[in-house]
Nanobody
Framework: QVQLVESGGGLVQPGGSLRLSCAAS????????MGWYRQAPGKQRELVAA???????NYVDSVKGRFTISRDNARDTVYLQMNSLKPEDTANYYC????????????????WGQGTQVTVSS
C-alpha cells in the first residue's frame, strides 16, 4: 500500500503565499509523474501543475508565473509553492503520484492524497 499525505493548506489573504507539501510512503519501488489538482465547490477537478521524475513541469494557464511545482525524489515528496494568491485559487488541493510497487503485487497506478483546503480571502 502507498499513502500520500498533504500538508500546508490554510487561510491566506489575497496576494499572500502558501507552500503545500505531499509525502508518499509505503511499498514504493519508484515514482513517475507527480502533480497537484484542485477542486472548488461546484466545479470540476482540474490539474494545476505536474512534474516528471526528471523535473519537467507543466501548469494550467491560470497559475503560470505564480505557482511553482518541485519535488525531492530522495524523500518521495512533491511541493507546490503558491505566490500572489487570488480568491479564485480557493479550493481543495489534492496531490497525486504514479507509483510502481513490487509488494504485495507488481503494479503501476496512480495514488491520491486526502486533500488540503486552501482559502484565499480578506
Amino acid at each position: 500500500q502507498v499513502q500520500l499525505v498533504e500538508s500546508g493548506g490554510g487561510l491566506v489573504q489575497p496576494g499572500g503565499s502558501l507552500r503545500l507539501s505531499c509525502a508518499a510512503s509505503g511499498s514504493i519501488f519508484s515514482i513517475n509523474d507527480m502533480g497537484w489538482y484542485r477542486q472548488a465547490p461546484g466545479k470540476q477537478r482540474e490539474l494545476v501543475a505536474a512534474i516528471t521524475n526528471g523535473g519537467s513541469t507543466n501548469y494550467v494557464d491560470s497559475v503560470k508565473g505564480r505557482f511553482t511545482i518541485s519535488r525531492d525524489n530522495a524523500r518521495d515528496t512533491v511541493y507546490l509553492q503558491m505566490n500572489s494568491l487570488k480568491p479564485e485559487d480557493t479550493a481543495n488541493y489534492y496531490c497525486t503520484a504514479w507509483v510502481f510497487t513490487t509488494t504485495p503485487v507488481y503494479e503501476y497506478r496512480d495514488y491520491w492524497g486526502q486533500g488540503t483546503q486552501v482559502t484565499v480571502s480578506s
